[in-house]
């Protein structure tokens, strides 16, 4: 059994992706300052400050790095620069977990895998920047996978809205920002299905419709705890403003495109 090695993997989506690949890889995840991971075999302590991949890598001999990091934007891309380097003189492959802020400075459509990124903001430039060491990498090397909004039942953003609905407290919408979403399990399983089919390239994981934010934060409200909450609505330009990545070429199969009704069905107490 190929080892598959997951940076971060005690992070919410990290650690999603570790529960899903398990039991059917040989899987290592790395954690940082989460407890609970110390007496766990599998799960070896990383920070980024501190360093330590050179050794990390030379004990697992991972087929597949996972990147799943939070922390230090500047510590990740040198670290992603070494990560590049080593997956291109070793058997192996890497997969990053990129995000819809690559597109962040377009404003008028949504963003397809081979539209040329550009970006207006600190987080969505840090993020090309290491897209473009992995692009630079052999055909083959890297899955480059690009990320709505991430949601799920126990996810930060949905406990934040969560315990924003329990003290009566507003919550921050978007109505003119139109975005698509994902959920950490559908995720999961999309991931899956790209490490079974041994695909390569870039991909762009989402609900393959769209929607408003607020309508999307205002719905799930009205589903999960049946009644309406408190929002402020900030809106950040005159027109309406898209912040989603759709797929074009590279599509999986269809019962792995959920749409976003499917993800609010996720979300769903009931």
Request: glycine share 6%.
């Amino acid at each position: 059994m190929k080892p598959i090695l997951i940076l971060g993997a005690s992070g919410f989506i990290g650690n999603t992706l570790y529960k899903e690949l398990g039991p059917y890889y040989k899987t290592y995840g790395t954690y940082h300052s989460a407890e609970g991971y110390e007496k766990n075999a599998l799960f070896f302590s990383y920070s980024l400050e501190k360093g330590g991949l050179k050794q990390l890598l030379k004990e697992l001999k991972p087929k597949l790095i996972i990147s799943a990091l939070r922390g230090d934007f500047t510590a990740q891309v040198e670290a992603h620069r070494y990560l590049a380097e080593h997956v291109r003189t070793h058997n192996c492959r890497i997969m990053f977990l990129s995000s819809a802020n690559v597109f962040d400075s377009f404003r008028h459509y949504p963003s397809y895998e081979y539209d040329k990124t550009l970006s207006e903001s600190v987080y969505g430039h840090f993020k090309i920047k290491i897209e473009n060491q992995l692009l630079h990498l052999p055909v083959g090397k890297y899955v480059v996978i690009r990320l709505p909004m991430i949601f799920g039942i126990n996810a930060p953003r949905t406990l934040e809205i969560d315990t924003a609905i329990k003290k009566d407290v507003s919550i921050e919408v978007f109505p003119n920002t139109i975005i698509n979403v994902n959920s950490d399990v559908r995720l999961s399983q999309q991931i899956h299905y790209l490490i079974n089919h041994k695909k390569t390239g870039v991909y762009h994981l989402g609900s393959t419709d769209l929607i408003s934010h607020f309508d999307f934060i205002r719905t799930l409200i009205e589903r999960r705890h049946n009644k309406s909450g408190i929002y402020k609505q900030v809106y950040t330009s005159n027109t309406m403003r898209y912040l989603a990545t759709l797929p074009k070429e590279n599509k999986l199969p269809h019962h792995l495109q959920p749409s976003y009704t499917d993800i609010l069905d996720d979300l769903s107490l009931r």
